[in-house]
Each structure stands twice: as C-alpha cells, then as structure tokens.
C-alpha cells in the first residue's frame, strides 16, 4: 500500500522534542508552544482552558 504505517503518526522520530517552546519577542509574558505528534483530543483538551 501508499499509506505510512499508523505509527508513524504517533512515534516522534529520533532528534525532535515532543513539545517545543519559544518566547514571543514582541509580547512579554508570551510564548509559541508547538506540540508534534498529537491528535484532535490534546487540543481539546487545550482549548478547555
């Protein structure tokens, strides 16, 4: 088959962070999370909140 296998859209690759954080500079107390590998649920979850 054309597909990837199904865990390759759960398993972070070797090297990469799961979760990864970077300040805004232009708005103090502000930041860009990035969240890799995640479905629908964590920005449910997020958003929640």
Known sequence: ??????YERFVV???T?????ERDTKIINA??????????TI???LRMY
Not at 31 to 40: G, L, N, V, Y
């Open 43 to 45: 920005g449910n979850i």
């Open 17 to 21: 962070k799961k979760v990864s954080y």
């Open 13 to 15: 690759p070797e090297g």
């Open 31 to 40: 930041a860009s999370f990035t969240i890799e590998r995640e479905d629908h």
């Open 1 to 6: 088959m054309n597909a990837p296998d199904r």
